[in-house]
């Protein structure tokens, strides 16, 4: 039940970083160097807003943005649990992610709509793809075969970081 509470906003959340990451990427894709180099010159770090220590906070690079690991949930082979072992093995995958968000390693993660076969995803801010695995490997769901992780190396606003820090404030029931 608390789950489906939970997917509006984690939906909503997705749908805003991928947008605002997207718009960013193409942002900086479409604009040549020198046209690059004379913004630089035009706008001060003041002007734009640009704030050099959460910059630094967050890992950012020259455009606001890093390296991410995202993993992609997938339905597993081991799907027939009866309710109640399927409802412990959810309420355990759950603190897995919430032992992830506290140690500071998943960014964000969340279900989709739907029961297709492509269930959530988790975005990890790890610098590598066997960083990942290794805490994939740590979710009871993924060990009981219930869920299959594919791991993509992502590149995606720093900010991303800082959703663990504003998540609390949004939400009056805690996950």
């Known amino acids: 039940m608390l789950l489906k509470n939970f997917l ?7 749908v805003f970083i991928l947008i605002t990451s997207l718009l960013s990427f193409t942002s900086c894709q479409n604009t040549a160097p020198q046209e690059k180099e004379e913004e630089k010159m035009e706008v001060s770090e003041e002007e734009s807003g640009f704030d050099q220590a959460l910059a630094e906070k967050y890992g950012a690079d020259e455009y606001g943005m890093k390296k991410y690991v995202m993993a992609f949930l997938k339905r597993g082979p081991n799907r027939d649990l009866d309710s109640l072992k399927a409802a412990e093995l959810q309420a355990a995958h759950m603190a897995n992610i919430g032992k992830m968000a506290e140690a500071g390693k ?8 739907g029961n297709d076969d492509l269930r959530g995803i988790y975005i990890f801010d790890v610098q590598s793809i066997e960083e990942a695995k290794a805490l994939t490997e740590s979710d009871p769901a993924i060990q009981a075969g219930s869920l299959v992780m594919e791991l993509k190396e992502w590149y995606g606003s720093a900010a991303v970081v800082g959703i663990n820090d504003v998540h609390p404030k949004l939400s009056k029931t805690p996950i």
């Open 8 to 14: 509006p906003q984690i939906s909503n959340l997705l």
């Open 106 to 113: 998943l960014v964000l993660a969340g279900p989709f709509f």
